[in-house]
């Protein structure tokens, strides 16, 4: 879980993730040195967690510079993997993901055998906030299907933020190679697992509004999210 300037929110998405019934299950907050203290009291908030359990259920992975979601999603799930984990849950801090699908998202890829699964707005189903509005709704849409074109894939959500990866699938992409910095992070690593032979499974989720803070993208994310699945197509003719 990535966070910068989430201190409104974390508690709150904190513990509806520790309440989830799933042993074994470790959160992991990735804090980009946030200047309104999110680091803090993500730790006071591990050390509340943690203080009664026999294993540790919650960390903080602090960063000293703010360079980008990709790469702050790329160190929380390498250190994930050092650390044993056999499958890794991305999600945002703002609430608009609803953690209480975890545990389905989970019983589906063992179920399915499915290398990952993505909570997906775009399958039957699934939904927007009717707080996005047309203009976020159509343009959220159309990033979506761009990709998909260029790309050539049969995932609808490919821009989704909501993902489980088993960790074979992680470790078969290698992480560090990935160029994406932003949000298109989640549009590389969905083509890259997919072309080494991992298949991803949708299921439906309601994508909320968030309610407090305000969103980090901006026109830097919005160009290389336009570049990316480009110089992902190009690439791939090449090899």
Request: without cysteine; glycine residues 8%.
């Amino acid at each position: 879980m990535p966070t910068y300037n989430e201190a409104a929110n974390l508690p709150r998405i904190a513990d509806i993730v520790m309440r989830l019934p799933l042993p074994g299950l470790h959160l992991k907050v990735v804090d980009d040195s946030s200047p309104d203290g999110t680091g803090a009291l993500a730790e006071q908030l591990a050390e509340k967690y943690n203080e009664f359990g026999l294993y540790p259920r919650m960390s903080v992975l602090h960063r000293t510079a703010k360079d980008g979601l990709g790469r702050a999603y790329t160190e929380g799930m390498l250190a994930a993997l050092d650390e044993g984990a056999e499958f890794v849950v991305q999600m945002d801090a703002d609430g608009s993901h609803p953690a209480d699908v975890i545990p389905q998202m989970l019983g589906t890829a063992l179920s399915t055998g499915a290398g990952f699964v993505v909570g997906s707005r775009y399958v039957d189903g699934g939904s927007l906030d009717e707080e996005w509005g047309r203009h976020r709704q159509l343009l959220s849409r159309f990033a979506n299907r761009y990709a998909r074109t260029i790309l050539d894939t049969k995932i609808r959500d490919i821009t989704a933020g909501f993902n489980l990866w088993r960790a074979e699938t992680l470790r078969d992409v290698d992480l560090r190679t990935l160029d994406s910095a932003g949000y298109s992070f989640q549009v590389e690593l969905k083509f890259l697992a997919a072309r080494n032979g991992h298949n991803g499974v949708e299921i439906p989720i309601r994508f909320e509004e968030r309610t407090e803070g305000v969103s980090k993208m901006n026109l830097a994310t919005q160009i290389e999210s336009a570049l990316v699945p480009l110089r992902l197509r190009m690439r791939n003719r090449r090899s």
